[in-house]
């Protein structure tokens, strides 16, 4: 059983720039794709971001292309999602996930596993 843990989350004004990192743990992660899915209140859970077993592929939502970069350390466990830009839109909670596979990295039926979220507040 894998086990992911989000932290980075707070509240930022627009424009300022923020870090959200997971950590996983019970599982070999580098055997994981991940991904990164955000829920803003009222709206479904939507993509952000996935990246490959290796860190070699990545895929970014059109709405953070540009302004939000993904990375993984297989060596420390750890996904981390760095977020530039920031605008109010990007109010939300943000979830880790990750699966065995590299299947549909960009829907969230195909990931096995959820971090508990963590909330990023951007105020105008």
């Known amino acids: 059983q894998v086990h992911l843990e989000e932290s980075g989350g707070t509240t930022v004004q627009a424009g300022d720039s923020l870090r959200l990192s997971c950590v996983a743990s019970?599982?070999?992660?580098?055997?994981?794709?991940m991904a990164w899915f955000r829920q803003a209140p009222g709206k479904e859970r939507e993509f952000v971001s996935a990246?490959?077993?290796?860190?070699?592929?990545?895929f970014y939502s059109d709405s953070v292309k540009g302004r939000f970069t993904i990375s993984r350390d297989n060596a420390k466990n750890t996904l981390n999602l760095s977020m530039d830009a920031l605008k109010p839109e990007d109010t939300a909670v943000y979830y880790c996930?990750?699966?065995?596979?590299?299947?549909?990295?960009?829907?969230?039926?195909?990931?096995?596993?959820w971090g508990q979220g963590t909330q990023v507040t951007v105020s105008s």
């Open positions: 996930a990750a699966q065995r596979a590299w299947n549909s990295p960009l829907r969230t039926g195909p990931y096995d596993y």
């Open positions: 019970g599982g070999t992660f580098s055997t994981l794709s």
């Open positions: 990246v490959s077993w290796t860190g070699g592929t990545t």
